[in-house]
């Protein structure tokens, strides 16, 4: 049933990982994410901070419906979310052109002609950022800048009103990720979009996102406005990992 107000419901979500032994029994399932429970709200852009190893990417995996849980709900009130990566030289195929693999998920789709299909892709490229000139470049001609926007524009491609950011400025020197931060929330504006932005760096985080939930091994400690959990953190790995930001 659709939602007015959020894109994604997560309730007392528990999930891990089977371990593969034949016949170990009970100890076969070791369980990463424990009693997990937020909402993404429409329009929101909501952080999630960690130390490596805190379940950040298990948590995505079950977002994604890679992962089923082991107990709780997660209702998605839009289609599934796309994801865009750290590293889009790794994700985007190096043998074809930007404009290709921008089109790619509407080819699988099947239900656009090919001018309909060149159409949207042009359009997409262009509310990006890349260039014309830029449409038959193959990611290893392209900047690290112009490969995330390729990303994201492939992410977007089918129209999508909720995405999933896993460090996708972490590879960036800093003048470069501005500029996606920019794009970032330019998009999210023109398209009326939601993230969920992980990120392991709180400065980046506290200048993109509305609210912001601290995860460590595998438990929610600590979730709120951004204002509220920067300036006033309840957890003492909050507090660690602000001062680590420093």
Known sequence: ?????????????????????????????????HDASFTVSYGEILGLVGESGSGKTTLTRLILGLLPPRSGQITHYTKRPQIV?????????????????VEEPLRIF???DAAERKRRVHEMLKKVGIPRDCYAARPGELS????????????LIQRPRFLILDEPVS???????????????????DLDLSYLFISHDLNVVYQLCD????????????????????????????????????
């Open 1 to 33: 049933m659709a939602s007015p107000d959020k894109v994604l419901e997560v309730s007392h979500v528990c999930g891990g990982y089977d371990n593969g032994r034949l016949f170990s029994g009970k100890n076969s399932y070791r369980e990463i994410i």
């Open 85 to 101: 990566f750290q590293d889009p030289y790794s994700s985007l195929n190096p043998a074809y052109s930007a404009e290709w693999i």
């Open 110 to 112: 099947g239900k656009y």
């Open 144 to 155: 690290g800048g112009q490969r995330q926007r390729i990303a994201i524009a492939s992410a």
């Open 171 to 189: 590879a960036l020197d800093v003048t470069i990720q501005a500029q996606i931060l920019f794009l970032l929330r330019q998009l999210r504006d």
């Open 211 to 246: 609210r912001v939930m601290v995860m460590q091994h595998g438990h929610i400690v600590e979730q709120g406005t951004v204002d509220e959990v920067y300036d006033h953190p309840t957890q003492e790995y909050t507090r660690h990992l602000l001062e680590a930001a420093l």
